[in-house]
């Protein structure tokens, strides 16, 4: 889905492959605060290989003698990875009493309770270093793009995985979600990812839109403002104080994850909606009659510490990188190399 859509620093000229193995595919993820040290969650940061998320969750349900539903998580991690990601066990009464089970499937690296249960998005950032394989060529275009990504950030695109492993997710809500029957029939987890695959879809195109149009490195008049860093959104004129903040990466422009809600975009910004929008009336349709709520999502975020090694004689490129919660490191990748699995 990622090849129709635009790029801000044009198309990746390079192609390698990746998850050759799961070493060479590792993401930490970063809480951004420490537990508080009391309370009736234990905090577990987790590394795993070899297992999703959810089978995570299940083996240590199993492990500490729980339901699936007493642990939390911020971010689902790859299964063909080596991965570090933190957890909530819901565990009253046994702070002062506790005893870590025997495990076998994963490694306790830290431990600490919490008076929160997490919640999805709950971390600030992941942290990735990456070997891309069997690289077909490094060009002076592909170290241009690289320089770019690095001073003016990546567009914010959702990744392939929100759209499944065929890419069939988009069609498939739509085909299930027109029909009353199949849509009650459908568990939790299946009509969460399906709306978010319709919102992600709307969104991508909207910003791709953006990019097309020139409306990436600057914003429009009408555009709500995110501050970087949090969720925080607002509304102002353009002015030199809102250009240079532009710029600094203090803020930038958000497009909607479209739902039920009022919109607070006018003017430029509203009609590029629009327009996309006018384009896609099934989804907007689902997506009403299933009262999916209005949010908002910045179209660029920095990448922090982008450090990219070419490996001439491995014929690797090192990949390490620092992303905000909810950006994908696919899409990183897709702004200067075309990347496909390990066959």
């Not at 249960?117 to 592909?142: A, C, Q």
């Not at 070419?310 to 950006?327: R, W």
Request: one cysteine or more; hydrophobic letters at 35%.
């Amino acid at each position: 889905m990622s090849s129709a859509l635009a790029y801000p620093y044009g198309t990746a000229l390079v192609s390698g492959t990746i998850k050759a193995q799961p070493a060479d595919f590792k993401v930490v993820e970063n809480l951004g605060f420490e537990p508080s040290g009391e309370g009736e969650h234990l905090f577990l940061l987790v590394k795993k290989s070899g297992l999703s998320s959810h089978e995570l969750i299940d083996a240590l349900a199993r492990d500490f003698k729980l339901k699936p539903r007493d642990i939390g998580y911020s971010g689902l991690k790859d299964k063909q990875a080596v991965t570090q990601q933190w957890l909530s066990l819901h565990m009253p009464g046994q702070m002062h009493q506790f005893e870590m089970p025997e495990i076998n499937d994963y490694t306790v690296l830290q431990q600490g309770w919490h008076h929160r249960k997490l919640k999805p998005g709950t971390h600030r950032t992941n942290s990735f270093e990456v070997i891309i394989r069997n690289l077909e060529g490094f060009t002076e275009e592909t170290a241009r793009q690289i320089d770019s990504v690095k001073s003016t950030g990546m567009a914010n695109y959702f990744g392939q995985q929100r759209f499944g492993e065929r890419l069939d997710n988009v069609s498939r809500a739509i085909q299930i979600f027109s029909n009353p029957r199949k849509t009650r029939k459908l568990s939790r987890n299946k009509r969460s990812l399906y709306l978010s695959a319709l919102r992600s879809h709307l969104f991508n195109q909207i910003l791709s839109s953006r990019i097309e149009f020139g409306y990436w490195q600057q914003p429009v008049e009408g555009d709500v403002f995110m501050l970087s860093g949090s969720q925080s959104i607002f509304q102002e004129a353009l002015n030199d104080d809102i250009q240079s903040r532009y710029q600094s990466f203090d803020l930038s422009s958000s497009a909607s994850l479209f739902g039920e809600g009022n919109s607070k975009l006018t003017d430029q910004a509203s009609a590029i909606e629009s327009r996309i929008l006018s384009e896609h009336p099934e989804i907007v349709e689902c997506l009403l009659r299933l009262k999916a709520k209005l949010q908002m999502r910045p179209i660029r975020v920095a990448v922090e510490g982008l450090d990219v090694k070419y490996q001439e004689k491995e014929n690797t490129l090192l990949i390490k990188a620092t992303l905000p919660s909810g950006s994908y490191f696919t899409t990183l990748l897709d702004h200067f190399i075309y990347t496909q699995k390990a066959s």
